[in-house]
């Protein structure tokens, strides 16, 4: 079987116990290289460094992306 190029990524456990239905559906495909969210948010850590509260950022507007 080949490589998935694209597919949803690997979430830490403190996010996938918070959202456990999401998480429980997007665990159950083969992860990729790559996912959406990090194409979009290629520059994911200075976009969390310039915030105030980098964790609320990535709640609010990244992992509902992922």
Same mark, same amino acid.
């Given at each position: 079987?080949?490589?998935? !190029?694209?597919?949803?990524?690997?979430?830490?456990?403190?996010?996938?116990? +918070?959202?456990?239905?999401?998480?429980?559906?997007?665990?159950?495909?083969?992860?990729?290289?790559?996912?959406?969210?990090?194409? +979009? /948010?290629?520059?994911?850590?200075?976009?969390?460094?310039?915030?105030?509260?980098?964790?609320?950022? /990535?709640?609010? !507007? !990244?992992?509902?992306?992922?």
């Amino acid at each position: 079987m080949g490589h998935v !190029i694209v597919g949803p990524r690997p979430e830490v456990e403190k996010w996938v116990t +918070v959202y456990p239905e999401r998480w429980k559906k997007v665990l159950s495909v083969r992860p990729g290289i790559t996912d959406n969210a990090s194409i +979009v /948010y290629r520059s994911e850590e200075s976009i969390l460094a310039g915030s105030e509260d980098p964790e609320k950022k /990535y709640k609010e !507007i !990244i992992l509902p992306r992922n």
